[in-house]
C-alpha cells in the first residue's frame, strides 16, 4: 500500500464514486431549526489523585463520590470526563461553547437571524452504576456556572430520562397500536448507557421522536464530538462556506449509481476532522496521516493505521473540483466516518432504519450503515460526502489527563472491535466476502477470518511490548484487563455458531416497532385522535423538562 499509494487513493476514489441522477430538490433551507444538533456526554469518576472533598461541587454530590468510588466500573470509554475536572479541561463545556461559537458566526455572516437558537440533545453514559443518579444534577451545577452559552437550547436525556420516555410516551402507544407481547423490547435497545452503540443510535432516533412530537420541522439531525469544534473562519477562507452553509448542499438527500449502477440515496452525510496542531497548514491536512516508521509489536499482526490512512485521504479529504469529480454531476460515497461530523435526513431515517447494534462497543459509527448495507432489487442508503464540511479536533489540547487515563481500555476495545466486526458481519444477510469488497480498506480490515488468533496475538504483543520498552505496570494493567474483558467477549462469542445474528434479528425488529409506532402517532396527531394528542403534551412536558437553564 505504501509503495502504491496514489494509485490505491485513486483507486479508492473511483470505487467510492456516486453519479447524480437527481439532487435534492428540496435541500436544507434553515439548519437552525431544521437540524437537531446532537452529542453525547461521557462521565467518570474523580482521578484517583484528585481529593474528592477540594472539588467545587455542591456538598451531597461530593458525599456522594465518595460511595461511588468504592464501586466496579461497568463500562469503558476513551476519554471520559472526570467529574470535578477544572472547566477548561471539561468537554461538555468546551464542546458546547465552541458550537455556541460557531453558531454567533453563523449570525454574523447573515446566515441565521439574531434571536435564533440552536437545539441541541447531549445523552449521557457513565462508567460506574452509582453516576446514574447524580449524572445531571453535576451537569446542571457545570453548565450554570458557564454564563458564556447564548446560542443554544440544550436538553440533557440520562439513562433514566430515556426509561421514562418508553415508558410513559412509546410503550403506551406500541400497546395501543401494535400487537407486541415482549413488553421489554424496546427498553432492551432505547438506552444512552453501555457501548457506544447504544448511544449513537439513540441520538439518530431521536431526531425521529422529536418530529413527530416536539417539532416537524426538523428535517436532519447532526451528531458532533464535545471534543470537536467548527473552525468557522478557516471554512470561509478555504472552502468559501460557513459550517451551516454546507448543511445546504443539495447532495445531502440526492439520488444517484454507485460504480456498479446499483441506485442510491444519499440520506446521510459525512465531514471530516483535522487536527488542532494540523490545521495552520490546512483544512484539508488529514488527522491520520501514512505511518513513516518501523512497525513493532502488535502492529506485525494487524497494522491498522496503513489502511486507516488510505481511506483518510480517499474519502475524507476528497476536494470537489472542475474535474470529473466535481460535486455536482459526481460525488463521493463515504464508508470511512466519524462519530461526530456526520448526519442523517429524519426521512430517510424514517424509511431506511438503520442502527448500530447495543454489541458494538467501538467504531459505532462505521457499524451504522452495515444494518443496511445492502437493498436488493431498491436503493441503498449512503452517506454523501460533503467536502469542506470539517471540524478541528481539539482532545489533545485540553483532555490529555482522561485520555492517558483511558488509555488500556481504549487499546482493550481496539481489540474487541475485531471480535465484534468479524462476528457482525457474519451475522448479516449477505456474505462476508461481498460486504469486505464494499467496506475495505480501513472499515473492513476489522472483519477477519480468524478473530480470536488475531486479538490473542495483538493483546500478547501488546503487552510484551510495554515490558520492553520499560513500563511493566502498563503491561501488566494491559494483560490483566485484557484478559478479562476479551474471555469473556469471547465466551459469548464461542456459546453458538453466531449469537449476534439473532441478537441483530431481534434489534432490527425492535427497531422497526420504533418507527412503525412513530408513524402511527403521526397519523393520529394530523387526524386529532384524543389518545395521541396525550401522548403529544407528555412528550412535550418530559423534553421541556430535560432543558437545562443556562442562566444566559
Same mark, same amino acid.
Given at each position: 500500500?505504501?509503495?502504491?499509494?496514489? #494509485?490505491?487513493?485513486?483507486?479508492?476514489? =473511483?470505487?467510492?464514486?456516486?453519479?447524480?441522477?437527481?439532487?435534492?430538490? #428540496?435541500?436544507?433551507?434553515?439548519?437552525?431549526?431544521?437540524?437537531?444538533?446532537?452529542?453525547? +456526554?461521557?462521565l467518570t469518576v474523580p482521578s484517583p489523585i484528585t481529593r474528592i472533598d477540594n472539588l467545587t461541587l455542591p456538598e451531597h454530590l461530593k458525599s456522594r463520590l465518595h460511595e461511588i468510588i468504592r464501586e466496579p466500573q461497568i463500562y469503558w470509554y476513551d476519554h471520559p470526563i472526570q467529574i470535578g475536572v477544572e472547566a477548561e479541561k471539561n468537554e461538555v463545556v468546551y464542546g458546547l461553547k465552541g458550537l455556541d461559537q460557531a453558531v454567533a458566526f453563523e449570525k454574523e455572516k447573515g446566515i441565521l437571524k439574531k434571536n435564533m437558537k440552536v437545539h441541541c440533545v447531549l445523552s449521557v453514559s457513565v462508567t460506574h452504576a452509582g453516576l446514574h443518579d447524580m449524572a445531571r444534577a453535576y451537569l446542571e451545577d457545570v453548565l450554570r456556572r458557564e454564563k458564556s452559552i447564548r446560542n443554544l437550547n440544550?436538553?440533557?436525556?440520562?439513562?433514566?430520562?430515556?426509561?421514562?420516555?418508553?415508558?410513559?410516551?412509546?410503550?403506551?402507544?406500541?400497546?395501543?397500536?401494535? @400487537?407486541?407481547?415482549?413488553?421489554n423490547l424496546l427498553h432492551e435497545i432505547i438506552s444512552v448507557d453501555g457501548d457506544y452503540g447504544r448511544h449513537y443510535t439513540f441520538l439518530k432516533a431521536i431526531s425521529a421522536f422529536w418530529q413527530v412530537f416536539i417539532n416537524s420541522n426538523v428535517r436532519g439531525t447532526f451528531k458532533i #464530538?464535545?471534543?470537536?469544534?467548527?473552525p468557522q473562519n478557516e471554512l470561509v477562507r478555504e472552502t468559501g462556506a460557513s459550517a451551516f452553509e454546507h448543511f445546504k448542499t443539495p447532495l445531502w438527500g440526492a439520488e444517484g449509481l454507485d460504480e456498479n449502477d446499483n441506485p442510491v440515496e444519499l440520506g446521510m452525510i459525512a465531514g471530516a476532522l483535522v487536527n488542532k496542531e494540523d490545521i495552520g497548514r490546512s483544512l484539508f491536512t488529514p488527522d491520520v496521516s501514512f505511518p513513516n516508521k518501523n512497525i513493532c509489536g502488535n502492529e506485525w499482526i494487524f497494522y491498522s493505521q496503513l489502511p486507516q490512512a488510505v481511506s483518510t485521504e480517499g474519502e475524507m479529504m476528497t476536494r470537489y473540483g472542475e474535474s470529473e469529480l466535481n460535486g455536482r454531476d459526481r460525488c463521493i460515497q463515504r464508508v470511512h466516518?466519524?462519530? !461526530? *461530523?456526520?448526519?442523517? &435526513?429524519?426521512?430517510?431515517?424514517?424509511?431506511?432504519?438503520?442502527?448500530?447494534? *447495543?454489541?458494538?462497543?467501538?467504531?459505532?459509527?462505521?457499524?451504522?450503515?452495515?444494518?443496511?448495507?445492502?437493498n436488493e432489487g431498491g436503493r441503498t442508503l449512503r452517506y454523501a460526502h460533503e467536502a469542506g464540511l470539517i471540524m478541528r479536533h481539539d482532545k489533545k489540547s485540553f483532555a490529555g489527563e482522561a485520555i492517558q487515563s483511558a488509555h488500556t481500555g481504549k487499546l482493550i476495545g481496539d481489540y474487541a472491535r475485531i471480535l465484534h466486526f468479524s462476528y457482525y458481519a457474519r451475522a448479516l444477510p449477505w456474505s462476508v466476502e461481498r460486504i469486505k469488497d464494499m467496506i475495505d480498506p480501513f472499515t !473492513?480490515?476489522?472483519?477477519? *477470518?480468524?478473530? $480470536?488468533? +488475531?486479538?490473542?496475538?495483538?493483546l500478547a504483543l501488546g503487552g510484551a511490548l510495554f515490558f520492553k520498552n520499560g513500563k511493566p505496570n502498563e503491561g501488566f494493567d494491559l494483560l490483566q484487563m485484557g484478559t478479562n474483558r476479551l474471555h469473556k467477549i469471547i465466551k459469548?462469542?464461542?456459546?453458538?455458531? @453466531?449469537?449476534?445474528?439473532?441478537?441483530?434479528?431481534?434489534?432490527? =425488529?425492535?427497531?422497526? +416497532? $420504533?418507527?412503525?409506532?412513530?408513524?402511527?402517532?403521526?397519523?393520529? &396527531?394530523?387526524? !386529532?385522535?384524543? $389518545?395521541?394528542?396525550?401522548?403529544?403534551?407528555?412528550?412535550?412536558?418530559?423534553? =421541556?423538562?430535560?432543558?437545562?437553564?443556562?442562566g444566559t
Open positions: 500500500l505504501l509503495e502504491r499509494r496514489e #494509485d490505491n487513493i485513486n483507486a479508492l476514489r =473511483k470505487k467510492r464514486t456516486i453519479r447524480i441522477t437527481r439532487s435534492n430538490p #428540496d435541500p436544507i433551507k434553515n439548519p437552525a431549526n431544521e437540524i437537531l444538533f446532537t452529542s453525547n +456526554v461521557l440544550v436538553y440533557i436525556l440520562t439513562e433514566y430520562d430515556v426509561a421514562t420516555l418508553i415508558g410513559k410516551v412509546l410503550n403506551p402507544a406500541v400497546s395501543h397500536y401494535m @400487537n407486541l407481547k415482549d413488553a #464530538d464535545l471534543d470537536q469544534v467548527f466516518v466519524t462519530g !461526530g *461530523t456526520c448526519g442523517i &435526513l429524519v426521512e430517510s431515517l424514517r424509511k431506511y432504519r438503520p442502527f448500530t447494534p *447495543t454489541f458494538i462497543g467501538r467504531a459505532e459509527d462505521q457499524a451504522y450503515m452495515l444494518s443496511v448495507l445492502l !473492513g480490515c476489522f472483519v477477519s *477470518t480468524i478473530p $480470536f488468533t +488475531v486479538v490473542s496475538l495483538r459469548k462469542l464461542s456459546e453458538t455458531p @453466531n449469537p449476534l445474528r439473532e441478537k441483530f434479528q431481534k434489534e432490527k =425488529k425492535a427497531w422497526n +416497532v $420504533f418507527y412503525d409506532v412513530l408513524d402511527k402517532v403521526e397519523e393520529g &396527531l394530523q387526524r !386529532g385522535d384524543p $389518545f395521541d394528542l396525550d401522548l403529544d403534551n407528555k412528550a412535550k412536558e418530559m423534553i =421541556k423538562t430535560s432543558q437545562i437553564d443556562l
